[in-house]
């Protein structure tokens, strides 16, 4: 199974957003299978570490075979909440926490394996010795099928090079977000094969009013025929890399939508005239 380019974020499913019961869950995860998204992000936060359990529930009820699909859990954020009442937000990536998180998520996701499990923020105190051989035993067991890494810079995935295969890095990328387009991270994914995924795709671009940045991306609506959600979506995915949005959206209308961005093929100029409208300047 390989992860559809468009990834459905499960972060706003749960209490932290909409609260959507295990029925109504149930139907979105099965009318975005339909659309041809097979991928589900998780982490074990999400919504105080309730979600993945409601997501887990409602994935039963929908019939589709496991093996069909793609589950994807973040974990090492030890969050406050009423499930994990602790004094403050820390990392924790020790071979004990690795494995009770991951059995955790197994548990609460009702599956024998993660597909994808990634780190979800670098830490100050990670041992990239202990990370890599806990992961790996999980692998070896059958529990993980791929390990990756979510906000890592260049720097911080050499810390396992040569210890464990990263096969993907999630990170903040978007129009509004174009750092690891220049400063190396995704120029080192390519090198290595890594696989980017970009969460908040859309970035800030329906929050601020960037007039200028609006009637470009209106005018090109026009030419190609799509939204401006879709027109950002196949702006990223243009990038060799090979970049496979997670989209946010708690809405099928807006899932079944954004897949059809994968169709839109923008012309190179324009490219350029997007990019250049985003930072406000000629490209150098």
Not at 154 to 173: A, E, P, R
Not at 180 to 208: C, E, Q, R, V
Not at 272 to 278: N, S
Request: glycine share 6%; charged share 20%; proline share 4%.
């Amino acid at each position: 199974m390989k992860i559809s380019r468009i990834i459905s974020g499960t972060m706003n499913w749960g209490i932290w957003g909409v609260n959507h019961s295990e029925t109504d869950m149930s139907k979105l995860i099965l009318e975005s299978f339909n659309s041809g998204v097979n991928s589900f992000d998780h982490a074990d936060i999400y919504g105080g570490y309730t979600t993945e359990k409601t997501f887990g529930n409602a994935f039963k009820k929908t019939g589709i075979p496991r093996e069909n699909v793609i589950f994807i859990s973040k974990f090492g954020i030890m969050y406050p909440s009423k499930k994990l009442p602790i004094k403050i937000k820390h990392y924790d990536y020790s071979a004990d926490h690795i494995n009770l998180s991951v059995n955790n998520s197994l548990k609460n996701l009702k599956t024998q394996y993660i597909d994808c499990l990634l780190l979800h923020r670098p830490s100050p105190l990670m041992d990239s010795n202990e990370i890599s051989k806990s992961i790996q035993n999980l692998i070896n067991q059958g529990k993980v099928k791929s390990f990756g890494v979510s906000n890592f810079t260049s720097s911080q995935m050499d810390l396992f090079k040569g210890k464990i295969k990263i096969s993907f890095n999630q990170i903040n990328l978007s129009l509004s977000h174009l750092n690891p387009m220049f400063d190396g991270t995704l120029d080192y994914m390519i090198t290595n094969n890594i696989t980017p995924m970009a969460y908040s795709p859309l970035g800030s671009y329906f929050k601020i009013k960037n007039l200028k940045m609006r009637k470009i991306i209106k005018n090109f609506c026009n030419k190609y025929k799509c939204s401006e959600d879709q027109l950002l979506l196949s702006w990223l995915m243009k990038h060799p890399s090979k970049i496979h949005p997670v989209i946010g959206t708690t809405k099928f209308e807006r899932i079944k939508n954004s897949v059809k961005a994968i169709d839109i093929s923008i012309d190179t100029i324009d490219w350029f005239e997007i990019l250049e409208g985003a930072v406000g300047k000629r490209v150098p």
